[in-house]
């Protein structure tokens, strides 16, 4: 029995165009130029870090230590002020919502510190330049 190749013969190339060529948030490269690795590497790090928020291991900690757990909305909630505060020029945001309380790194999209009310260290906030009630 013979099997037929259903597929044409692609090159490599083809095959990373094909990939390249996607929509991938990158912008498109309409010179004769084409992008290095490096520049490629540098435009995904740039679109990954500010996407989504993280939370640093001190923030981790923190919420593991209080029993906080967040829902997905809330999360959304923390990310839509993360950018609200970046439009407003914002560097460290003591971000506010329902009884918890976090200190985001606004430049990194990281939440430095998690608390709420429970915590009980005075609610005193400092090195921060900014708050948003989410």
Do not use: C, W
């Not at 003591?94 to 510190?113: G, P, R, S, Y």
């Amino acid at each position: 029995m013979e099997v037929l190749n259903k597929f044409s013969p692609v090159s490599m190339e083809q095959i990373a165009n094909q990939y390249l060529n996607k929509n991938n948030n990158l912008p498109v490269n309409t010179s004769d130029k084409e992008l290095s690795f490096k520049e490629v590497l540098k435009q995904k790090q740039e679109l990954s870090t500010k996407s989504e928020l993280r939370f640093s291991k001190h923030a981790s900690e923190r919420l593991t230590d209080r029993n906080i757990s967040l829902t997905a909305e809330q999360f959304e909630r923390l990310e839509n002020g993360a950018k609200r505060a970046e439009a407003k020029g914002i560097n460290e945001s003591l971000m506010i919502m329902d009884d918890l309380a976090f200190i985001v790194n606004v430049k990194n999209n990281t939440v430095i510190t998690a608390l709420d009310q429970k915590s009980g260290n005075g609610n005193v906030f400092t090195n921060i330049d900014g708050a948003v009630i989410v």
